[in-house]
Nanobody, 123 residues
Framework: QVQLVESGGGLVQAGGSLRLSCAASGRTFSNYDMGWFRQAPGKEREFVASCWSNGRTSYADSVKGRFTISRDNAKSTVYLQMNSLKPEDTADYYC?????????????????WGQGTQVTVSS
């Protein structure tokens, strides 16, 4: 089983930045699609960003130009750099892995999930 551990969340003022990290264990990390999802209180989990095994990245429209996903396959780690944070970004952020590598933006496509890290953006 793949284990994912997120870190880097916290409280930040609007306009600030945070960098989330997700450390993965298990079979070769480079073959997995990796994604970040978030869930705000009372809302459905939504796609944020992905870095697929083919190297392509994808972003939700709400975070384009502000967030950057990257991965270091040698370290089995995926990152989410979040800049120009808004109160609307407040949520629990989850790292996810898809071992089948379907290049999907849907949460159902992902097999493994971290426990989440909380991001709170104050106005």
């Amino acid at each position: 089983q793949v284990q994912l551990v997120e870190s880097g969340g916290g409280l930040v003022q609007a306009g600030g930045s945070l960098r989330l990290s997700c450390a993965a264990s298990g079979r070769t990390f480079s073959n997995y699609d990796m994604g970040w999802f978030r869930q705000a209180p009372g809302k459905e989990r939504e796609f944020v960003a992905s870095c697929w095994s083919n190297g392509r990245t994808s972003y939700a429209d709400s975070v384009k130009g502000r967030f950057t996903i990257s991965r270091d396959n040698a370290k089995s780690t995926v990152y989410l750099q979040m800049n120009s944070l808004k109160p609307e970004d407040t949520a629990d952020y989850y790292c996810a892995a898809d071992r089948v590598a379907l290049a999907s933006r849907r949460s159902r496509a992902y097999d493994y999930w971290g426990q989440g890290t909380q991001v709170t953006v104050s106005s």
